[in-house]
């Protein structure tokens, strides 16, 4: 979970550097260049897996682990530290291991460390939706090159859930030395490693000796956080950076124009939503959040802030996810005649404030802006609390939280149904990102508990009913269906933006 949780966000450190529009100062790429320079807009939170949870973090994790299997930007699944994996009846798994992979400490890769990373993950408060369903008791690991375990239940997900950021595979005995050292000291499989993390500025990772795959194009990969939009559009232009992620809708002409740069595009599986908390406040009256559906004009808000990038958001679930049933789902014109009306019959005053957080970057700060006006035309004020993506986060999921209403996008890094209403809706995910709503309801939780574990003949009509559900009682209102839009020199070749937000970088060659 972009994921995608989805949740969305960006970051840093800047140039001060005018910006050119045609031509401005990127250079094409010498052929003994070997490193590759990356803007984001947020910095990782923890480089352990298992506690990461943002497209920030993962796209660093990415370089330094491997999971079992991956699911490539195609949408493909590929083996990737598994050599294959069989399924004897619906809850047995046999995985049987590539050999000769090491950890960038030397060690070998085992079938205990599967087992080990495995039943860490299953334990963790972030994923243990995901993998707490294998049976602890029955992981045989008596062949080093073949790990064999059981899942309490069946589960149509979890062989794409191996692909999960979350499950890449860690060294049993370094972890067990010290569980807390993966945070800041990672010890993976993967091509890269870590060797400098200066939080919220950049990150520096180097080849990793001991890596098991083809050798990338280069040995050094930097990481720079740049959390204003338009100074990581500088940095690409002045040839400062190689690649800038996240580039704002109304900067992408800047690098389209500029004939040293190209501009990556692709809808994405995120969901970007306004969360309205439903546990105390305004909105703990469902008229209220219905009215917010009469009260905001969200074509106009996509409109004046993405500029024709994205898509108008219906429901829940990305279309591109299996089961999404949000292209037949209409949204509600304005009428603010209506949404004065709810608001009357659910005791909001006019007048009322609503506190409304986000993330400091640009495009979110916009939309809170629009929001503002847009409910003062209700009777509404708006106090809007920007702040940097960590600040943020830890703020929406205090036990004592004072937002009313947040502004995020979450995209499940599993391309499943299960997963974007679970993680945002379940009753078991209050307070967890992104279901920072504190939004539950039992008749969800049983519907999405029967998804995962029905046939695939018949979860179709058990996710729309799941959908339906969740539109009805509008714990958020649904914004756009994201894109990605990304800058990079054009001497940047073999790079595919991943639609769930995060990217293996280390494929990418220099022409």
Known sequence: MKKKFVAVALAMTMLLTACGGGGGGAKTAEKDKDTLVIAQASDAESMDPTIQNSIYAENIIKQIYDPLVVRKPDGTMENRLAESIEQPDDVTYVIKLKEGVKFSNGEDFTSEDVAYTLNRVAQSDAYGYIFGQIDPNSYDTSDPHVIKF??????????????????????????????????????????????????????????????????????????????????????????????????????????????????????????????????????????????????????????????????????????????????????????????????????VKEGDTIKLYVHDQQDRKDMATIIQSQLAEVGLKVEINAMEWNAYMSALGKADHEHDMFIMSWSPSIVDPHYPLYATYATAKKGVGPNFMFYGNPELDALIEKGLRAPENERAAVYKEAQELVVKEHPAIFALYGEQIIGAQKYIKNFEPDPCGSNEFYHITFE
């Open 150 to 347: 059981k899942l309490k239940a069946p589960d149509a997900t979890f062989k794409a859930a191996l692909s999960h950021p979350a499950a890449s595979m860690v060294d049993k005995a370094t972890t067990e030395k010290d569980p807390e050292a993966l945070g800041t000291n990672p010890v993976g499989t993967g091509p890269f490693k870590l060797d400098d993390w200066k939080k919220l500025d950049n990150t520096a990772l180097s080849y990793n000796e001991n890596y098991w795959g083809e050798k990338p194009a280069f040995t050094k990969m930097v990481f720079r956080i740049i959390p204003e939009d338009a100074n990581r559009v500088i940095e690409l232009d002045s040839g400062q950076a190689d690649i800038a992620m996240e580039v704002a809708p109304n900067d992408a002409s800047k690098v389209e124009e500029n004939e040293d740069l190209a501009l990556y595009t692709k809808l994405d599986n995120s969901v970007h939503f306004i969360g309205l908390t439903v546990d105390r406040g305004i909105f703990k009256d469902p008229k209220a959040r219905e009215a917010m559906t009469y009260a905001l004009d969200m074509q106009a808000i996509i409109d004046a802030v993405y500029m024709g990038h994205g898509k108008i958001a219906t429901g829940p679930v990305n279309p591109n996810i299996p089961y999404s049933v949000s292209d037949s789902i209409k949204p509600e014109k304005r009428d603010i005649e209506k949404a004065k009306a709810l608001l009357k019959e659910s005791g």
